[in-house]
Protein backbone atom coordinates (compact mmCIF):
# COMPACT_ATOMS: atom_id res chain seq x y z
CA UNK A 1 0.00 0.00 0.00
CA UNK A 2 1.42 3.43 -0.75
CA UNK A 3 1.96 5.64 2.24
CA UNK A 4 0.79 9.30 3.10
CA UNK A 5 2.16 11.24 5.34
CA UNK A 6 1.16 14.65 6.78
CA UNK A 7 1.52 17.15 9.70
CA UNK A 8 0.59 20.15 11.46
CA UNK A 9 2.68 22.62 12.99
CA UNK A 10 2.00 23.05 16.70
CA UNK A 11 1.69 27.31 16.77
CA UNK A 12 -2.16 27.97 17.76
CA UNK A 13 -5.31 26.32 17.53
CA UNK A 14 -6.82 24.30 14.78
CA UNK A 15 -9.53 26.51 12.40
CA UNK A 16 -12.54 25.56 10.23
CA UNK A 17 -9.94 26.60 7.67
CA UNK A 18 -7.44 23.79 8.87
CA UNK A 19 -10.86 21.74 9.39
CA UNK A 20 -11.75 22.12 5.73
CA UNK A 21 -8.60 22.56 3.84
CA UNK A 22 -6.54 19.37 5.75
CA UNK A 23 -8.03 17.26 8.19
CA UNK A 24 -11.39 16.47 6.22
CA UNK A 25 -8.85 15.33 3.18
CA UNK A 26 -6.58 13.40 5.52
CA UNK A 27 -9.53 11.31 6.93
CA UNK A 28 -10.72 10.56 3.54
CA UNK A 29 -6.98 9.57 2.36
CA UNK A 30 -7.53 6.69 5.64
CA UNK A 31 -9.19 4.71 3.58
CA UNK A 32 -6.61 4.22 0.37
CA UNK A 33 -3.42 4.97 2.01
CA UNK A 34 -1.19 4.01 4.99
CA UNK A 35 -1.65 7.11 6.76
CA UNK A 36 0.87 8.80 8.80
CA UNK A 37 -0.31 11.72 10.59
CA UNK A 38 1.69 14.27 13.44
CA UNK A 39 2.12 17.37 15.04
CA UNK A 40 5.42 19.13 14.11
CA UNK A 41 6.29 20.64 17.30
CA UNK A 42 9.88 21.10 16.66
CA UNK A 43 8.83 22.93 13.54
CA UNK A 44 6.68 25.62 15.98
CA UNK A 45 10.50 26.61 17.47
CA UNK A 46 11.30 27.96 13.72
CA UNK A 47 9.32 31.42 14.42
CA UNK A 48 7.97 30.66 17.96
CA UNK A 49 11.36 29.58 19.64
CA UNK A 50 11.20 32.47 22.29
CA UNK A 51 7.52 30.83 23.69
CA UNK A 52 8.57 27.27 23.32
CA UNK A 53 5.48 27.44 26.55
CA UNK A 54 2.70 27.40 24.25
CA UNK A 55 3.59 24.43 22.33
CA UNK A 56 2.46 21.99 24.48
CA UNK A 57 -1.15 23.48 24.45
CA UNK A 58 -1.00 23.39 20.94
CA UNK A 59 0.36 19.84 20.57
CA UNK A 60 -2.49 19.20 22.97
CA UNK A 61 -5.59 20.89 20.97
CA UNK A 62 -4.27 19.66 17.51
CA UNK A 63 -3.83 15.91 18.82
CA UNK A 64 -7.58 16.18 20.42
CA UNK A 65 -9.10 17.44 16.19
CA UNK A 66 -7.27 14.78 14.95
CA UNK A 67 -9.67 12.13 16.34
CA UNK A 68 -13.15 13.99 16.91
CA UNK A 69 -12.11 14.94 13.04
CA UNK A 70 -12.38 11.41 12.14
CA UNK A 71 -8.58 9.95 11.97
CA UNK A 72 -8.66 6.39 12.97
CA UNK A 73 -5.54 5.50 14.78
CA UNK A 74 -6.72 1.55 14.10
CA UNK A 75 -5.89 2.95 10.71
CA UNK A 76 -3.49 5.68 10.76
CA UNK A 77 -0.36 6.04 12.64
CA UNK A 78 -0.89 9.40 14.77
CA UNK A 79 2.28 10.92 16.96
CA UNK A 80 4.41 14.08 17.72
CA UNK A 81 7.24 14.68 16.15
CA UNK A 82 9.87 15.45 18.90
CA UNK A 83 8.81 12.39 20.45
CA UNK A 84 10.94 10.36 17.13
CA UNK A 85 14.78 11.85 17.85
CA UNK A 86 15.57 10.16 14.68
CA UNK A 87 14.12 13.01 12.91
CA UNK A 88 16.94 14.78 14.18
CA UNK A 89 19.28 12.44 13.27
CA UNK A 90 18.48 12.12 9.49
CA UNK A 91 18.47 16.34 9.65
CA UNK A 92 21.76 16.74 10.95
CA UNK A 93 22.58 14.17 7.87
CA UNK A 94 20.37 16.13 5.75
CA UNK A 95 21.98 19.31 6.34
CA UNK A 96 24.98 17.94 4.98
CA UNK A 97 23.71 18.40 1.28
CA UNK A 98 21.61 20.86 1.30
CA UNK A 99 22.95 23.78 -0.27
CA UNK A 100 21.98 26.82 1.11
CA UNK A 101 21.05 28.43 -2.33
CA UNK A 102 18.07 25.74 -2.30
CA UNK A 103 17.04 27.15 0.72
CA UNK A 104 17.66 30.83 0.63
CA UNK A 105 15.10 30.80 -2.67
CA UNK A 106 11.96 28.85 -1.28
CA UNK A 107 9.68 31.75 -1.31
CA UNK A 108 8.20 31.16 2.47
CA UNK A 109 11.35 31.65 3.74
CA UNK A 110 11.42 35.39 3.08
CA UNK A 111 7.42 36.16 3.05
CA UNK A 112 7.43 34.92 6.48
CA UNK A 113 10.07 36.72 7.30
CA UNK A 114 8.16 39.91 6.20
CA UNK A 115 4.88 38.98 7.50
CA UNK A 116 6.78 38.45 11.04
CA UNK A 117 8.81 41.80 11.23
CA UNK A 118 8.57 41.89 14.61
CA UNK A 119 10.53 38.64 15.58
CA UNK A 120 13.99 38.03 14.76
CA UNK A 121 14.18 34.94 12.33
CA UNK A 122 17.44 35.38 11.08
CA UNK A 123 18.08 31.82 12.73
CA UNK A 124 19.76 28.82 11.12
CA UNK A 125 17.02 26.77 12.18
CA UNK A 126 13.96 28.74 10.51
CA UNK A 127 16.22 28.75 6.95
CA UNK A 128 16.58 25.30 7.68
CA UNK A 129 13.12 24.84 8.05
CA UNK A 130 12.37 22.91 4.34
CA UNK A 131 15.46 20.15 5.63
CA UNK A 132 13.42 19.41 8.89
CA UNK A 133 10.62 18.82 7.17
CA UNK A 134 11.70 16.62 4.42
CA UNK A 135 13.92 14.13 7.41
CA UNK A 136 9.90 14.00 8.35
CA UNK A 137 8.64 12.96 5.23
CA UNK A 138 11.93 10.75 4.00
CA UNK A 139 12.34 9.09 7.65
CA UNK A 140 8.78 7.29 6.82
CA UNK A 141 9.57 6.69 2.81
CA UNK A 142 6.10 8.72 1.83
CA UNK A 143 4.93 8.27 -1.52
CA UNK A 144 2.41 10.96 -1.32
CA UNK A 145 2.02 14.10 1.04
CA UNK A 146 -0.84 16.28 1.33
CA UNK A 147 -0.46 20.31 1.36
CA UNK A 148 -1.42 23.37 0.00
CA UNK A 149 0.11 24.90 -3.13
CA UNK A 150 2.57 27.18 -0.80
CA UNK A 151 3.84 24.11 0.31
CA UNK A 152 4.74 22.63 -2.98
CA UNK A 153 8.16 24.90 -3.02
CA UNK A 154 8.99 22.63 0.37
CA UNK A 155 8.17 19.48 -1.10
CA UNK A 156 10.33 20.67 -3.95
CA UNK A 157 13.15 20.74 -1.59
CA UNK A 158 12.27 17.05 -0.54
CA UNK A 159 12.37 16.01 -3.49
CA UNK A 160 15.57 17.54 -4.26
CA UNK A 161 17.18 16.26 -1.27
CA UNK A 162 16.05 13.03 -1.96
CA UNK A 163 17.65 12.61 -5.29
CA UNK A 164 21.13 13.76 -4.05
CA UNK A 165 20.73 11.50 -1.20
CA UNK A 166 19.98 8.31 -3.56
CA UNK A 167 22.80 9.51 -5.84
CA UNK A 168 25.82 9.81 -3.23
CA UNK A 169 25.18 7.17 -1.09
CA UNK A 170 22.39 4.91 -2.16
CA UNK A 171 18.94 4.40 -3.54
CA UNK A 172 17.25 5.08 0.66
CA UNK A 173 14.21 7.59 -0.39
CA UNK A 174 11.64 7.26 -2.81
CA UNK A 175 10.58 10.86 -4.36
CA UNK A 176 7.44 11.87 -3.00
CA UNK A 177 4.92 13.15 -4.49
CA UNK A 178 2.25 16.49 -3.33
CA UNK A 179 -1.22 15.32 -3.54
CA UNK A 180 -3.11 18.49 -4.24
CA UNK A 181 -6.68 18.57 -3.35
CA UNK A 182 -8.56 21.72 -4.27
CA UNK A 183 -10.62 23.06 -1.62
CA UNK A 184 -12.26 25.93 -1.21
CA UNK A 185 -10.93 29.32 0.46
CA UNK A 186 -12.12 29.90 3.60
CA UNK A 187 -12.45 33.30 5.09
CA UNK A 188 -12.04 34.69 8.44
CA UNK A 189 -14.66 36.74 9.99
CA UNK A 190 -13.20 39.85 8.21
CA UNK A 191 -12.75 37.85 5.02
CA UNK A 192 -9.32 37.82 4.45
CA UNK A 193 -7.84 34.54 4.47
CA UNK A 194 -8.86 32.38 7.91
CA UNK A 195 -5.33 32.29 9.97
CA UNK A 196 -4.62 32.43 13.97
CA UNK A 197 -1.91 35.51 12.76
CA UNK A 198 -5.16 37.90 11.76
CA UNK A 199 -7.45 36.72 14.71
CA UNK A 200 -10.15 36.60 12.56
CA UNK A 201 -10.50 32.62 12.97
CA UNK A 202 -12.82 30.36 14.19
CA UNK A 203 -11.25 27.43 16.24
CA UNK A 204 -12.72 24.11 16.63
CA UNK A 205 -12.20 24.82 20.30
CA UNK A 206 -14.60 27.50 20.36
CA UNK A 207 -17.76 26.67 22.53
CA UNK A 208 -21.14 26.84 20.58
CA UNK A 209 -22.09 30.59 21.37
CA UNK A 210 -18.26 32.06 20.47
CA UNK A 211 -19.04 30.53 17.38
CA UNK A 212 -22.34 31.92 16.65
CA UNK A 213 -20.93 35.19 18.14
CA UNK A 214 -17.97 35.40 15.32
CA UNK A 215 -20.80 34.89 12.50
CA UNK A 216 -23.28 37.45 14.04
CA UNK A 217 -19.91 39.99 14.02
CA UNK A 218 -18.42 39.06 10.30
CA UNK A 219 -18.59 41.39 8.35
CA UNK A 220 -20.99 41.10 5.12
CA UNK A 221 -21.53 43.40 1.65
CA UNK A 222 -20.95 46.83 2.87
CA UNK A 223 -23.54 47.87 0.28
CA UNK A 224 -26.06 46.54 3.01
CA UNK A 225 -26.44 49.34 5.48
CA UNK A 226 -30.03 49.06 6.35
CA UNK A 227 -31.99 45.83 6.06
CA UNK A 228 -33.78 47.12 3.22
CA UNK A 229 -30.56 48.13 1.24
CA UNK A 230 -29.95 45.50 -1.21
CA UNK A 231 -26.66 43.68 -1.59
CA UNK A 232 -24.08 41.51 -3.77
CA UNK A 233 -23.50 37.81 -1.96
CA UNK A 234 -20.36 37.54 -3.95
CA UNK A 235 -19.16 40.66 -1.77
CA UNK A 236 -20.49 38.27 1.46
CA UNK A 237 -17.59 36.31 3.02
CA UNK A 238 -20.35 34.82 5.05
CA UNK A 239 -21.84 33.71 1.84
CA UNK A 240 -18.07 31.76 1.16
CA UNK A 241 -18.78 29.98 4.12
CA UNK A 242 -22.36 28.91 2.59
CA UNK A 243 -20.70 27.92 -0.16
CA UNK A 244 -19.09 25.59 2.07
CA UNK A 245 -21.12 24.51 4.46
CA UNK A 246 -24.58 25.15 3.15
CA UNK A 247 -26.55 23.00 0.36
CA UNK A 248 -27.42 23.91 -2.68
CA UNK A 249 -30.59 24.67 -2.21
CA UNK A 250 -29.94 27.32 1.08
CA UNK A 251 -27.07 29.02 -0.91
CA UNK A 252 -29.67 29.86 -3.68
CA UNK A 253 -32.22 31.34 -0.98
CA UNK A 254 -29.49 33.34 0.62
CA UNK A 255 -28.00 34.29 -2.54
CA UNK A 256 -31.54 35.84 -3.65
CA UNK A 257 -32.35 37.39 -0.21
CA UNK A 258 -29.48 38.96 -0.01
CA UNK A 259 -29.74 40.67 -3.92
CA UNK A 260 -33.65 41.54 -3.56
CA UNK A 261 -33.29 42.88 0.41
CA UNK A 262 -35.53 39.59 0.76
CA UNK A 263 -33.84 38.69 4.12
CA UNK A 264 -31.20 40.49 6.19
CA UNK A 265 -27.86 40.10 6.96
CA UNK A 266 -28.54 37.78 10.21
CA UNK A 267 -31.17 36.07 8.51
CA UNK A 268 -28.37 34.94 5.85
CA UNK A 269 -25.86 33.71 9.19
CA UNK A 270 -28.28 32.19 11.19
CA UNK A 271 -28.84 29.08 8.23
CA UNK A 272 -24.59 29.28 8.34
CA UNK A 273 -24.43 28.59 11.83
CA UNK A 274 -27.14 25.93 11.95
CA UNK A 275 -24.84 24.36 9.45
CA UNK A 276 -22.01 24.86 11.12
CA UNK A 277 -23.30 23.54 14.11
CA UNK A 278 -24.69 20.24 12.47
CA UNK A 279 -20.77 19.71 10.85
CA UNK A 280 -19.37 20.79 14.69
CA UNK A 281 -21.76 18.97 16.96
CA UNK A 282 -20.09 15.50 16.46
CA UNK A 283 -16.62 16.92 16.71
CA UNK A 284 -17.30 19.21 19.36
CA UNK A 285 -19.20 15.72 21.31
CA UNK A 286 -15.54 13.68 20.56
CA UNK A 287 -13.38 16.63 22.15
CA UNK A 288 -15.29 16.46 25.33
CA UNK A 289 -14.90 12.84 25.75
CA UNK A 290 -10.88 13.33 25.22
CA UNK A 291 -10.66 15.86 27.13
CA UNK A 292 -12.36 14.18 30.01
CA UNK A 293 -10.44 11.25 29.72
CA UNK A 294 -6.97 12.68 29.14
CA UNK A 295 -5.34 9.02 29.45
CA UNK A 296 -7.28 7.57 26.15
CA UNK A 297 -5.35 10.19 24.36
CA UNK A 298 -2.35 9.53 26.21
CA UNK A 299 -2.45 5.77 24.73
CA UNK A 300 -3.44 6.73 21.52
CA UNK A 301 -0.73 8.79 20.60
CA UNK A 302 1.88 6.41 22.70
CA UNK A 303 0.60 3.53 20.50
CA UNK A 304 1.40 5.62 16.96
CA UNK A 305 4.69 6.86 18.58
CA UNK A 306 5.71 3.10 19.33
CA UNK A 307 4.70 2.09 15.39
CA UNK A 308 6.04 5.45 14.07
CA UNK A 309 9.78 5.00 15.58
CA UNK A 310 9.68 1.26 14.41
CA UNK A 311 9.32 2.72 10.89
CA UNK A 312 11.79 5.61 11.60
CA UNK A 313 14.43 3.25 13.13
CA UNK A 314 14.36 1.05 9.91
CA UNK A 315 15.23 3.81 7.64
CA UNK A 316 17.56 5.03 9.84
CA UNK A 317 19.63 2.27 9.94
CA UNK A 318 19.78 2.15 6.40
CA UNK A 319 20.99 5.46 5.98
CA UNK A 320 23.59 4.91 8.49
CA UNK A 321 24.98 1.63 6.75
CA UNK A 322 24.91 3.62 3.87
CA UNK A 323 27.05 6.37 4.94
CA UNK A 324 29.31 3.66 6.66
CA UNK A 325 28.14 5.21 10.29
CA UNK A 326 28.31 1.55 11.02
CA UNK A 327 31.29 1.48 13.58
CA UNK A 328 31.16 -0.33 17.32
CA UNK A 329 28.36 -1.13 18.93
N1 LIG B 1 5.48 23.07 6.39
C1 LIG B 1 4.25 22.53 6.86
C2 LIG B 1 3.26 23.66 7.20
O1 LIG B 1 3.65 24.79 7.39
C3 LIG B 1 4.48 21.72 8.06
C4 LIG B 1 5.27 20.48 7.87
C5 LIG B 1 6.38 20.12 8.57
C6 LIG B 1 4.95 19.35 7.02
N2 LIG B 1 6.76 18.85 8.23
C7 LIG B 1 5.91 18.35 7.31
C8 LIG B 1 3.93 19.09 6.08
C9 LIG B 1 5.88 17.13 6.63
C10 LIG B 1 3.92 17.88 5.41
C11 LIG B 1 4.88 16.91 5.70
O2 LIG B 1 2.08 23.40 7.31
Known amino acids: MQRVLSEMQASGKLHLGNLVGALQNWVKLQEEYECFYFVADWHALTTGYAHPEDIKSSTEDILVNFIAAGLDP ?4 IFVQSKILEHAELHLLLSMVTPLGWLERVPTYKEKKEELKDRDLSMYGFLGYPVLQSADIL ?9 GVDQLPHLEITREIARRFNHLYGEAFPEPEGLLTKFPKVPGTDGRKMSKSYENAIYLSDPPDTMEQKV ?7 ARMRRTDKG ?3 KSPVFELHKIFSSAEEQAEVAEGCRTAGIGCIDCKKVLIKNLFTVLE ?3 EKRKALIDNPSLLQKVVDAGTERA ?3 AQETMRDVRSMMGFEWGQ
Open 139 to 147: IYRANHVPV
Open 232 to 234: DPE
Open 309 to 311: RLV
Open 282 to 284: PIW
Open 74 to 77: ERST
Open 216 to 222: KTMKTDP
